[in-house]
C-alpha cells in the first residue's frame, strides 16, 4: 500500500501564499464530480512534492511544490472551490 | 488569520506521558491562541543547512503565549527522534501555524452545542485532547480511545481526574492487544460493537472527530457511516500507516 496522509498536511504550505485556510474549503472534482473538504483528500507526500488526490475516484486534484524562493501550484482537478471565510481565528 | 509565516518557539519545558511520547511546552512570541483540533508544522535545521519538517497536533487547550505539542517517537523518526528524545528546556525550533479549519471544535459552521464523539487510535488522541481541554461548557463528550496496551495511553491520568471532575464527559479504552490487569472487556479491534456501545446513537447527530494512523481512521468512518452516521459530520485527521505525522 501506498503511504498517504490527508489534506490538513497540505494547510502549512498553503498558509504561506493565502490569506484563509484552505483545508476547510470544499472542492469539486474535475473528474468524477465529488465534492469534499480539502482536508478529506489523499495527499501523498513522500515525493519531491505534495499531491492531493479525489477520495471518491483518485484522481490529482492538487499538486504543490516548494521550490527555493517560490511555490509550484497546480489545482486543474478541481473545478471549484467553496471558501468558508469566517473558519480562522 | 492571513499568511503563515515561521516563528521560533523556545522549548519551555518537556513532559514523559509514555515510554515513547513526550509533550513539549513551547514558549512564542506573538502566540495569538489557536482552535482546537489545529497543528502547527515543526522544522529543525542543522549548522550544514539541512532542514526536516513535519507536522504536530496541538495538546494544549487555546492559549496565548504558548503552545503544547505531544510527539510520539517514531522509528528513525529523524524530527519525533530528536523533539521527543534530545531536546531539552532552552532549545529553540521554528513553527508555523496555526494551520487547519477543518478538523476543529467547535465545528466552524455552528452547532458547537451538539454531542460529541471522540474516537482515537494511538497518538492520534493528541488533538482530541486539546477539545477535551478546550470544553469550558457542557456540551456531552465521549471519547473512545484505542491503544495497544495500558503503558501506550498518553494522557490517562488526566483523562481520569476529568472523567471524575468534568461534568459529561465519559472515557471508554478499546485496547487492542493487552489490557491492564481486571479488564473484563475484550481485547481487540474496536468494531461496530464497541463503537455503539461507547459513542452516541446516530439520531442524536452527533459532531464525531477520527484521529489516527490511515487504516484506523478509514475503517472507524465506514462503521460509523454504516451505523447511520452522516458523512458530513464525521471529520476525519489520518497522519498515514507508521504513526508520525506526515
Redesign the interface.
Known sequence: ?S???????L??VL???????L??ARGRCADCGHVA????TR?Y?RAAGSVARCSGCDAVLVRVVVAPGRIFLDMHGLSFLEI?L???? | ?????WQVATVAAITEETPSASTLVLDVAGW????AGQ?V?VRLTAPDGYSAQR?YSIASAPTAGSVEITVQRVPDGEVSGYLAGIARPGDQIEI?????????WPP??GDGGAPVLLVAGGSGIVPLMAMVRARADRTPFRLIYSVRGPGDAIYAPELSRRVRDDRGLDVAYAYTRAAPDGWHGTIGRLDAGRLAADGWPADFRPNVYVCGP?GFVEKVADLLVAAGHEADRI????????GG??
Not at chain 2, 471529520?235 to 507508521?242: A, S, V
Open positions: 500500500m503511504s498517504f496522509v490527508d489534506g490538513n498536511a494547510g502549512g498558509s504561506e501564499v493565502f490569506a484563509v485556510d483545508t476547510g473538504p480539502i482536508g478529506e495527499v507526500d468558508p469566517e473558519n480562522s481565528l | 488569520m492571513g499568511r503563515l509565516t495569538s491562541s489557536h482552535l497543528h508544522d507536522s508555523r501555524g496555526p494551520i487547519g479549519g477543518y478538523f476543529v466552524p459552521h490511515t471529520r476525519t485527521e489520518r497522519f498515514g500507516p507508521t505525522k506526515a
